[in-house]
């Protein structure tokens, strides 16, 4: 599968911004898929996930309740709707898909094998 995410840009503090994740060659409900973002100076931490099939979903603890994870299996694409953005938001975003992960890997990046380019979120306070 091949992942383009795109979507990301600059937006002062409280706003929001949806990114979306457009998959191609294979349908993305047959992957668990899920966002990563990587700050300056920072490693990738995990941000969401949507389980393959059955799509429950998953937050870090940083996001919860402030970004949503969907999937639109029609479009074959990924979203993530971020509202009440803090400029701790601040990083690349980037999207990430595997066939095989299981739940107590679903935050940890080297488990996915397939990812897609970054996109920079930039919030201002």
């Known amino acids: 599968v091949q992942l383009q995410a795109s979507g990301g840009g600059l937006v002062q503090a409280g706003g929001s911004l949806r990114l979306s994740c457009a998959a191609s060659g294979r349908a993305l409900s047959d992957y668990t898929t899920a966002w990563f973002r990587q700050a300056s100076g920072n490693e990738r931490a995990f941000v969401a996930a949507?389980?393959?099939?059955?799509?429950?979903?998953y937050y870090a603890d940083s996001v919860k309740g402030r970004f949503t994870i969907s999937r639109d299996t029609a479009r074959n694409t990924m979203y993530l709707q971020m509202n009440n953005l803090k400029p701790e938001d601040t990083a690349v975003y980037y999207c990430?898909?595997?066939?095989?992960?299981?739940?107590?890997?679903?935050?940890?990046?080297?488990?996915?094998?397939?990812w897609g380019q970054g996109t920079l979120v930039t919030v201002s306070s």
């Open positions: 990430a898909a595997d066939r095989g992960i299981i739940l107590s890997s679903i935050g940890n990046g080297p488990a996915y094998d397939y």
């Open positions: 949507i389980r393959r099939n059955a799509g429950s979903t």
